[in-house]
């Protein structure tokens, strides 16, 4: 495959070609991710006996009816094909708890993730450049042990026990930030319900950001480290740029490819960092509806998590891979 | 270790410098990576010889439930119960020390398996290349890309229900495993080595073109000498890094898995103690920081540990 060799060629038909490729190399691990998925869910037990636990009187005809009427009755390679062709459809099924659409409850509950989400990795990123930056031009400075220590502790940290902290002490001791759910149901905070919904946001994006932006300084840090030893740099420096010039415009745009595909893997972090977050602040996202769907074995609501979980993963990965083209020409595609 | 280490540095003074002698002495000039080492150490100190100073035994003893029948059930921290009591009326102090010993377990039993596999999977793609290598690249992203804490969580409730025994009993030795906690691992395992495949892989690709590995093969030495004599030890180093830091990954994950209610109900590990108490953290404050904080402590070590390898070992890397 040619090289992408400016930003002409960006757009050009090779990058359209590429595109259109990984998208098709998607389908096979969806498919495999989706038959795993629907394999293990059947061998991790019977939704009927979760029924049969919460209602001990309930008799033999109930049962075969429910199991008719969601179809659990046919053998398993039926079950998945019947899943897969209405997934085509668009038609995610009934929850088994409930009976409710999984497509009428989906929406809200990636809209709850997504918010969460883009308002963390973007905080995250936007604040960890200047942090990094400033770290990595003064390496070994007591400024910089700071703030490596700093991020190293937010490595080292478990997501949901900080989460855990910041309810007790933010929450329950101060009284500052509501401690669950994304609207205030018994009162509105801050008087207002658009205040009421930022002042749900506070506590949850703090952790996600918290534990994301430790990840990208040190990933900022450590490229940059690297950049501003290179000999172009050293070159710059000889031909009496400024300082600022030399860092931002110069080392920076360098060092930032790298920090950008290790974004890609940072935000299979947040994905994966989100359930227990959203598990912790009682989010009403897809992360605690999958906990919560997993320990009731609610077929129909996992498929379908997994499954926009996978593709917003897929989707991720690709859009990272072509900011990284983008951002370093030298990158061949194909 | 000192034996060995002595060995190096008499081996050292007889050829020069060993690499490793070099990257101990690096190693010895980084506070941050000595302070790693102390917290590593302690951990494995109140893992191995914890038992014998815990006020009270682990949880499957019933003594652990001591405080319980003295009445002494959401005690906060004092002089007696230092770290306070949980709403179960056990101590949080003795059941912190005990978690040592299974966060332990996790993370180098957890490594050890990913390291394996990524060594296979990674050198097999690196060596050979070409299909063999794209086939197992596509193999790997599907296990790097897709949400792992999703599968694990259906994966550890399938197999813990049927596990059939809570402990298996290792005899003279008089080491119980706990099986639950056994079966999480593996699960873990599974979901945690593509990332170490890759690294792997790009070393083999980066070694596999220099000098000595084709000196090598001229001289009709067999894929696998080139490949676990020579290869292999070079990017030693990097494994050892890599090791280090998958093991601070593995704890925290299994304090995650735990924490949702996934682990084993019959170890007591620091995550499992969190969500124990998470229902009741509105009174019981010191039974979600405690645990928590051993877990800090114990990953910020390893890290700690991770980034001084990385430094000592690679020193390219670094000015």
Not at chain 1, 65 to 83: E, K, N, R
Not at chain 1, 261 to 288: C, D, H, K, Q, S
Not at chain 2, 111 to 140: K, P
Request: glycine letters at 8%; proline letters at 5%.
């Amino acid at each position: 495959m040619s090289a992408v060799s400016n930003v002409k060629g960006f757009f050009g038909s090779s990058m359209v070609k590429y595109v259109i490729k990984r998208l098709i190399y998607m389908l096979p691990v969806l498919i495999g991710i989706s038959i795993l998925t629907f394999i293990t869910l059947h061998a991790a037990g019977d939704p009927l006996n979760i029924i049969r636990l919460g209602r001990p009187t309930v008799d033999q005809a109930t049962l075969d009816a429910v199991a008719a009427y969601y179809g659990l009755d046919q053998p398993i390679p039926i079950q998945y094909l019947t899943w897969l062709s209405n997934i085509l459809r668009g038609d995610f099924g009934n929850s088994l708890f409930g009976g409710i659409p999984v497509n009428l409850l989906i929406g809200n509950w990636f809209w709850e993730t997504v918010k969460l989400m883009t308002i963390s990795i973007v905080l995250a990123f936007i604040i960890s450049i200047p942090i990094g930056v400033y770290s990595a031009r003064k390496p070994y400075s007591k400024t910089d042990y700071a703030i490596t220590s700093f991020s190293l502790f937010g490595v080292s940290m478990p997501t949901f026990w900080l989460g855990l902290i910041l309810i007790i002490v933010f929450s329950f001791t101060l009284g500052w930030f509501p401690s669950e759910g994304s609207t205030g149901v018994i009162k509105v905070w801050w008087g207002h319900y658009v205040f009421d919904k930022i002042a749900h946001l506070v506590l949850p994006v703090a952790v996600l950001v918290y534990v994301s932006l430790a990840q990208n300084i040190r990933l900022i840090r450590a490229n940059m480290l690297e950049v501003l030893r290179s000999d172009y740099i050293l070159a710059a420096r000889a031909s009496g740029l400024s300082e600022r010039k030399i860092t931002y415009s110069y080392a920076l745009r360098n060092a930032i490819a790298p920090t950008i595909t290790f974004l890609g893997i940072a935000l299979g972090a947040i994905i994966a960092g989100a359930p227990m977050t959203e598990y912790v602040f009682n989010w009403p996202g897809l992360g605690r509806t999958y906990v919560n769907a997993t320990t009731r074995l609610d077929f129909p609501v996992v498929m379908g998590i997994v499954m926009i979980i996978t593709v917003m993963a897929l989707l991720a990965n690709l859009i990272v891979d072509l900011i990284y083209v983008y951002l370093d020409p030298r990158v061949r595609i194909g | 270790m000192t034996s060995k280490k002595e060995q190096k540095n008499k081996n050292a003074k007889r050829r020069g410098a060993s690499q490793w002698a070099v990257a101990w002495r690096r190693f010895k000039r980084n506070r941050a990576a000595v302070v790693g080492l102390a917290i590593v150490l302690v951990v494995v100190f109140l893992a191995v010889f914890g038992r014998f100073f815990a006020p009270y035994p682990s949880r499957p003893d019933p003594g652990a439930f001591e405080p319980f029948y003295k009445g002494d059930v959401r005690v906060p921290p004092n002089s007696e119960y230092w770290f306070g009591t949980s709403g179960l009326g056990t101590d949080i102090l003795s059941e912190v020390i005990h978690g040592a010993k299974y966060s332990l377990y996790v993370g180098v039993i957890v490594t050890v398996i990913t390291i394996g596999i990524a060594i296979l999977v990674g050198s097999t793609a690196g060596y050979f290349g070409g299909w063999v290598d794209n086939v197992l690249m596509r193999f790997t992203e599907v296990f790097l890309v897709f949400p792992a804490l999703l599968f694990i969580l259906v994966f550890v409730r399938i197999f813990t229900l049927t596990a059939q025994d809570p402990f298996l009993t290792i005899p003279l030795l008089n080491i119980r495993i706990p099986m639950g906690l056994t079966i999480v691992i593996f699960v873990l395992a599974i979901f945690s080595w593509a990332g170490n495949a890759r690294m792997v892989r790009g070393e083999f690709l980066r070694l596999r073109e220099r000098e000595f590995v084709e000196a090598e093969k001229a001289l009709g030495a067999s894929q696998s000498r080139i490949i676990f004599r020579h290869i292999l030890p070079n990017i030693l180093s990097s494994i050892i890094v890599v090791a280090s830091l998958t093991i601070a990954y593995a704890i925290l994950i299994e304090a995650a898995v735990s924490f949702l209610g996934f682990g084993d109900p019959n170890t007591t590990t620091w995550g499992q103690i969190l969500q124990e108490n998470f229902a009741d953290m509105r009174i019981v404050w010191w039974a979600a920081i405690f645990p928590g904080l051993a877990i800090l402590f114990t990953v910020f070590g390893f890290n700690l540990l991770g980034d001084g390898l990385s430094d000592a070992l690679n020193p390219r890397l670094r000015d």
